[in-house]
């Protein structure tokens, strides 16, 4: 287990951007990382995973509009939000899979292969 902190969270027109920092304390063996959303009365969707030794996984609805990277020096997740549209208005949450099977049968950017969760910075629409 570890812990997991987000930021950079806020309110934005569309059309703008954003960035979302995750400061992670997670000190085993990461399989998956990622980036997880929420919007009310819908159920938590993955946005971009990294998994490691594999790559990148983005959601349709953001692919060429989101980018999510790491650095590993600082141990902290990003997600670059470019182009934004009033339907990525939601809670951003961090998540790190710390066991096996976060990436089994394509299920990524599924929550349930996720054992550790930040408590999320939000994401609003000023339009």
């Known amino acids: 287990q570890g812990q997991l902190v987000e930021s950079g969270g806020g309110s934005v027109q569309a059309g703008g951007s954003l960035r979302l920092s995750c400061a992670r304390s997670v000190y085993t063996y990461v399989y998956c990382t990622g980036w997880f959303r929420q919007a009310p009365g819908k159920e938590r969707e993955g946005v971009a995973v990294i998994v490691s030794d594999v790559g990148t996984r983005y959601t349709d609805s953001v692919k060429g509009r989101f980018t999510i990277s790491k650095d590993n020096a600082k141990n902290i997740l990003y997600l670059q939000m470019n182009n934004l549209n009033p339907e990525d208005a939601a809670m951003y949450y961090c998540?790190?899979?710390?066991?096996?099977?976060?990436?089994?049968?394509?299920?990524?950017?599924?929550?349930?292969?996720?054992?550790?969760w930040g408590q999320g910075t939000q994401v609003t629409d000023s339009s």
């Open positions: 998540a790190a899979a710390t066991v096996r099977g976060c990436n089994s049968d394509g299920r990524v950017l599924y929550p349930s292969g996720y054992n550790n």
